[in-house]
């Protein structure tokens, strides 16, 4: 099946600092993707919706300037974190959908873990 | 707006027992249906969906769902547990004609006994 990989699985990083985070559709081209963030012991919340070569389209309540997406190309999607802080502490996971879309197209990424000391 | 409930956070049953793990939602029209699974510190692999046609759904690893308009249920089922379905349950809701984004519900956390 199609694969989305998401990098890095996991990384730590210090207060203030920028954290990008991406995802990759491997065998396939996206030109949408999907970014959700996981609180622990929570549910998957969607942040924003990633369209190649245009901009993010952010839901209610989720800051755009702190969490830059970019879609440059058809197998790419990154979501920086800036200046994070330990709030920002979560697990982010990517979805790509296929050429034609649809839901048979939605493929979720691995996932990223982050931690803001 | 679509939504979803999944009303027990954390099921436990015992290794060969039989699971059922409820989902509701909540959509003005025929949703599109998924369950996840997802392992500790892992990302979310498709058990199944249901999209129309028949509400019996057939998915991986032994699981199935019946989907019931007139109950806006979704409840998923194994037959006989095995030690390594121990992990976290979603049921997700999409919208038809819509974009391809998710509503996911709490999520069940299934512990199984040997």
């Known amino acids: 099946g199609a694969v989305v990989s998401q990098h890095p699985s996991r990384v730590i990083c210090k207060s203030g600092t920028s954290v990008k985070i991406e995802c990759r559709s491997l065998?396939?081209?996206?030109?949408?993707m999907f970014w959700y963030r996981q609180f622990p012991k929570q549910s998957l919340m969607l942040m924003a919706t990633?369209?190649?070569?245009?901009?993010?389209?952010?839901e209610q309540g989720v800051e755009k300037d702190k969490f830059l997406i970019n879609h440059a190309s058809l197998t790419l999607s990154t979501l920086t974190v800036t200046s994070a802080h330990p709030e920002d502490s979560s697990f982010y996971i990517c979805?790509?959908?296929?050429?034609?879309?649809?839901?048979?197209?939605?493929?979720f990424g691995s996932g990223t873990q982050l931690s803001v000391l | 707006a679509q939504s979803v409930t999944q009303p027990d956070i954390h099921i436990t049953v015992s290794e060969g027992a039989s699971l059922e793990l409820r989902c509701n939602y909540s959509?003005?029209?025929?949703?599109?249906l998924f369950w996840y699974v997802q392992s500790p510190g892992q990302g979310l692999q498709l058990l199944l969906k249901y999209f129309s046609g028949d509400t019996l759904v057939q998915g991986i690893k032994g699981f199935e769902a019946e989907f019931k308009r007139s109950q806006s249920s979704f409840n998923l089922r194994k037959p006989s547990v095995h030690w390594s379905d121990a992990a976290e349950y979603f049921c997700a809701v999409g919208a038809q004609g819509g974009s391809e984004k998710l509503v996911f519900g709490k999520g069940t956390k299934l512990t199984v006994n040997p």
């Open positions: 979805s790509a959908v296929g050429s034609g879309g649809g839901f048979g197209k939605l493929f």
């Open positions: 990633s369209n190649e070569g245009s901009k993010a389209t952010y």
């Open positions: 065998d396939f081209q996206a030109t949408t």
């Open positions: 959509y003005g029209a025929t949703p599109y």
